[in-house]
């Protein structure tokens, strides 16, 4: 998604204002994670997707304390409880 150019300012606590448009349509809202890292003269945003605690996967997830742990590594927990 390429959006036309919108301007924002910085504040002087460093915070800038993503629009409420391109955070509808990325699907961005409150209390959402984001990654926000440096790459080459660009600051890359980019809203963190839930993955597994343990091995970085994203498919079978359920939470756990606050975590997600993949149904695989469940399994994998549990064999080594056995």
């Known amino acids: ?3 036309a150019g919108v301007k ?3 504040d002087e606590l ?3 204002v993503i ?5 509808n349509g990325l699907g961005i809202g409150p209390r959402d994670r ?3 890292y440096a790459e080459d003269s660009r600051i890359i945003i980019e809203k963190e997707e839930d993955s597994c605690a343990l091995c970085s996967g994203r498919e079978d997830l359920t939470e756990f304390d606050g975590k997600y742990i993949c149904e695989s590594c469940i399994r994998k927990l549990r064999s080594m409880m056995d």
């Open 8 to 10: 924002r300012t910085i």
């Open 14 to 16: 460093g915070r800038v």
């Open 19 to 23: 629009p409420k448009d391109i955070r």
């Open 1 to 3: 998604m390429r959006s």
């Open 34 to 36: 984001l990654n926000v």
